[in-house]
């Protein structure tokens, strides 16, 4: 029983010891409303990733508007973002950078990053909302969501 136990937590802790995210909270001090993002869809695998950092940023609140070559005039915060996909037996998402900034600053960033292209990692398999909804939600984790 005492192996079961040992051999169970060990594999627990390589199982979930796979995935990295790092996150740089966005100052909740700050009067963010408005969003413009860059289309970076040539940067991401998944088309979907667009429209989830949106669905992310207005369920705390925040309004975005998406933005192809010209930074609009009236964007005061804009983000960008970049991910990448590995495949096994289907396409899963390996590594994604959210970066937001105010003019020319960095004023708060997030990366989701499968270790070793995920190898014994449960989430690998997960679909791209379930791994990117946490780390949008961890970002803005000063601004209270919208009812």
Known sequence: MKSF???SFSLFVL???CTVVTVAPVDSTLDITHVCIKDCSDKCFDGRMLYLIQDGFQ???IT???YNSELPPECEYTLTYYCQR???TAS???HAEIRLYHGKSQIGNAEYHLRGGGGFAL???ADTKSNIDPVI???LSGFQPSD
């Open 137 to 139: 939600d961890e970002l």
């Open 59 to 61: 369920r705390h609140g």
């Open 86 to 88: 590995a495949r096994d």
């Open 5 to 7: 136990l040992l051999f």
């Open 15 to 17: 199982l979930s010891g």
């Open 92 to 94: 899963y998402l390996r």
């Open 64 to 66: 975005t508007e998406v």
């Open 123 to 125: 989430n690998e398999w």
